[in-house]
């Protein structure tokens, strides 16, 4: 190993002699450079596993992602078509102010949902073991980097109950005024690929403003996958 | 040392499994709220169309009118475009191309596209 070498013959212009006096500092000093040069190799070398390992699948992650959150907020983007073709319609007709106002806050009930929806599919992500992985590290009693990462994931976390909060909030804020009997429902928590109930209010509101407006239901056809 | 490259790959071999499952979620992440923003404004014009489609039909206007030519082009533009795929080479071209029609369709109708309608009103593009 020729960096032990040379690590011995690093030295200041006057210990040459302090060096080589003493066999047993000398070789305490190698065993500190040895272990100090293994711990930066290691972090250094976790690191760039780290990085090759994120460069593979980045593309594949976000690929798989995009078709996840396209496929669930489309249908949420043509109730809001849907609707808004319904306001315009209103707004044509000069119909009264209360319908053109109850549409609109269903239009901000869906791009409500939508963001609830796309929180919702975010965290139901399964996060990495990295406690697991820190137990083996330091069973070979060699320093370990903190996981930065696991930080951030927790925060994401604290994101979504804070962000879920402000939704029920919202939720009631802007339906008032509108049967709110159902807003109970904006307040509980499910899991993502259970219906969304706010979601059928909507629909239910928006079938009878198709009524009252006297335009077919086929309308609402092209809806029916929600 | 003998066995200390050994230690050192198992190392590099953890971190890179570490990384890459870090990849998948963080790409995940970014790929759903990309992917959202194009599903939602895509959803939209779609609905729209559809329902006014509806509308037109209810009103026994001509079928070969301009509205209705319009339309049924929208229509045609939006169900070929695939907008769950990100590596679609023409993706930025035809999605310009279908907020162009929107547009035309809107003035047609006479019809302000809001901000409800647009993408900048979806809440996802803030």
């Not at chain 1, 594949?60 to 109730?79: D, H, P, T």
């Not at chain 1, 319609?89 to 806050?105: E, G, Q, R, T, V």
């Not at chain 2, 870090?22 to 992917?35: A, D, K, P, T």
Request: aromatic share 8%; hydrophobic share 35%; proline share 3%.
């Amino acid at each position: 190993m020729s960096w032990l070498r040379a690590a011995s013959l690093v030295q200041g212009p006057g210990e040459e002699r302090d060096v080589f006096d003493e066999e047993a500092d000398e070789s305490v000093l190698v065993q500190r450079e040895w272990r100090s040069h293994m711990q930066r190799r290691v972090k250094e070398g976790y690191r760039d596993g780290i990085e090759a390992g994120k460069a593979v699948t980045l593309q594949q992650g976000f690929n798989q992602g995009y078709k996840e959150g396209a496929e669930v907020i489309m249908n949420y983007g043509q109730l809001r078509g849907t609707l808004s073709a319904l306001l315009s319609w209103c707004h044509l007709h000069d119909n009264s102010s209360a319908l053109i106002s109850k549409i609109n806050n269903l239009l901000d009930a869906v791009g409500q949902c939508e963001e609830y929806v796309l929180r919702h599919l975010k965290s139901i992500t399964p996060q990495p073991h990295v406690v697991d992985l820190l137990d083996s590290i330091q069973d070979m009693d060699l320093c370990h980097t903190a996981p930065a990462e696991e930080k951030i994931d927790e925060a994401k976390d604290d994101r979504f109950y804070e962000n879920n909060a402000e939704f029920n909030k919202n939720c009631s804020k802007n339906l008032s005024g509108v049967d709110c009997s159902s807003l109970k429902y904006c307040r509980t928590q499910e899991r993502a690929h259970s219906e969304n109930p706010s979601l059928t209010w909507i629909l239910e509101q928006t079938a009878s403003l198709v009524k009252q407006l006297g335009v077919s239901v086929d309308i609402l056809r092209h809806l029916k996958q929600l | 040392m003998p066995g200390s490259q050994d230690m050192f790959d198992a190392i590099v071999m953890e971190g890179y499994e570490e990384g890459s499952s870090l990849g998948m979620i963080e790409g995940r992440q970014y790929g759903m709220l990309h992917g959202a923003k194009i599903g939602s404004e895509i959803g939209c014009y779609q609905g729209f169309a559809f329902a006014w489609r509806c509308l037109l039909h209810g009103w026994a206007t001509e079928k070969d009118s301009k509205e209705m030519k319009v339309l049924e082009s929208l229509i045609g533009m939006i169900q070929k475009f695939p907008y769950d795929d990100p590596t679609y080479d023409k993706l930025h071209e035809d999605l310009d191309r279908i907020r162009g029609k929107f547009k035309q369709l809107c003035s047609l109708l006479n019809i302000q596209p809001d901000f409800k309608i647009s993408a900048e009103g979806s809440r996802l593009s803030s």
